[in-house]
């Protein structure tokens, strides 16, 4: 193994130039961050954890604002999903950077945007090296690989050199931590929220000549946060070609619920929607459903690990919630995974889905690229209705980023949205800043 990959990864940040197309991606990136994150922190959903983070953090200090932010936009699990990186890269690399600006009145947007794209390249390269035996070991990767993507988003930002980068991305390296054993509980968006903080903490330690080694750091975390199955060279190997932000990109989410079950809501609301459009009713059909399929490889509900959900924190994990939830309501809604009361009609239909996984197939670990959901509906009188769907296929269905923003902040007015909107498009020298000031400001 190389031991100076942990230099030859800060060289590649520092002097990493995105192009303008990447640039485009990464507006859209913020533009999604900031709708499911203003959700939490404006109160238009309601949020337990968030509100006890506020006591216990009330200072707005850059390390407070990284957890805070970084858990606000983690909250709603509405945020983007990067398959590379298999977690959510934004909720960590953005509330870093929003955390801490340089001294100067008005920060160059360009090199905002550009600090983002490093970020997604950094963390869509380290899910690449680690391979699935990170996630497969039980590693969160938006906590535990998304800290060293933050400090690299920060390092380019504020233009560190080599040495310090190297450094901070070591201290990184050695804070990280997320467990996927916390799934369903508000400890998955803290997860997020310690990342950036842990990121801002790194940066500030080696700026300020902190004592950590520079050489052999990341060496040593791939190999130990992979069981020695990374491919280091995968870290740094074609940087930038492509772009991550661009190719595979990100993924904007279309329902509040983990992303690994997002094919198996999509092929429920199509077998819903042709029931209907067929002249039959609703009630015919939810009455008349004695047992629910859902196929998927082996292995291809390894995110979506809770069976009987609790609340609705837990239900965003439950493929069997969201089936049914699907079937009954024809969307899936924010206020249906956030209260702590389930729905009983949704429960008790829920009972009737079960997980088939298909073991004709490869399974989920070998090819996460090809996983499909399959769902079958059984109904009395030997009718079936059934739908199949891949993740290729379901990413090529359309997310509104402008209808999201409306659907996360309800209690917005329409001017209200469209002036952030056009912050978005970062067309003003200080649209950085405004952002900034803007979402400080909603923490309050």
């Not at 197309?21 to 994150?37: E, F, H, N, P, W």
């Not at 054993?181 to 803290?190: D, Y």
């Not at 975390?221 to 492509?242: H, R, V, Y």
């Not at 209705?385 to 996360?408: E, M, T």
């Amino acid at each position: 193994m190389n031991s100076d990959l942990t230099i030859a990864l800060a060289e590649k940040i520092i002097g990493a130039s995105p192009p303008s197309s990447a640039q485009k991606a990464a507006r859209d990136g913020i533009k999604d961050y900031l709708a499911v994150t203003l959700s939490v922190t404006e109160g238009h959903i309601n949020d337990e954890g968030w509100l006890q983070l506020c006591k216990l953090w009330p200072e707005r200090d850059p390390r407070s604002l990284a957890l805070l932010l970084g858990y606000a936009g983690h909250a709603l699990d509405f945020d983007d999903f990067h398959a590379h990186f298999r977690g959510h890269p934004s909720t960590v690399i953005l509330p870093a950077l929003f955390a801490v600006f340089p001294s100067q009145a008005v920060i160059d947007n360009g090199r905002f945007l550009n600090a983002y794209c490093v970020g997604i390249e950094v963390a869509g390269r380290l899910g690449l090296a680690m391979t699935h035996q990170h996630y497969q070991l039980g590693f969160h990767s938006t906590g535990s690989l998304g800290v060293i993507a933050a400090t690299a988003a920060l390092c380019y930002l504020l233009e560190a050199d080599v040495d310090t980068t190297a450094c901070s991305l070591g201290l990184a390296a050695t804070q990280a931590s997320a467990l996927r054993a916390q799934f369903g509980s508000a400890a998955k968006p803290l997860h997020a929220g310690l990342a950036a903080q842990s990121a801002v903490t790194s940066y500030q330690l080696a700026s300020a000549g902190f004592s950590s080694r520079p050489h052999g750091v990341i060496d040593a975390f791939l190999d130990a946060m992979s069981s020695k199955q990374a491919i280091p060279e995968l870290l740094i190997k074609d940087w930038g070609n492509p772009w991550r932000i661009e190719t595979p990109g990100l993924e904007f989410k279309p329902y509040p619920t983990c992303a690994g079950t997002h094919s198996a809501a999509a092929v429920t609301q199509i077998l819903r929607d042709r029931w209907l459009s067929s002249g039959k009713t609703l009630a015919g059909l939810i009455d008349n459903i004695y047992r629910i399929d859902v196929a998927f490889p082996l292995g291809g509900d390894i995110a979506a690990n809770i069976r009987i959900p609790e609340n609705g924190i837990e239900a965003r994990f439950c493929l069997e919630y969201i089936i049914a939830a699907m079937l009954i309501k024809g969307d899936l809604l924010l206020g249906d995974f956030t209260e702590p009361q389930l729905d009983p009609q949704i429960m008790a239909l829920a009972q009737r889905v079960f997980r088939n996984p298909d073991r004709s197939v490869p399974p989920d670990v070998l090819a996460p690229e090809k996983r499909f959901h399959q769902i079958t509906l059984l109904l009395s009188g030997s009718m079936q209705l059934s739908h199949r769907l891949d993740r290729q296929q379901f990413l090529q269905l359309p997310v509104d980023l402008k209808q999201k923003w409306h659907n996360s902040l309800p209690n917005a007015s329409y001017q209200e949205i469209e002036t952030w909107l056009d912050l978005c498009l970062f067309d003003a020298p200080d649209s950085a800043m405004s952002i900034r000031q803007k979402l400080i400001a909603s923490l309050n």
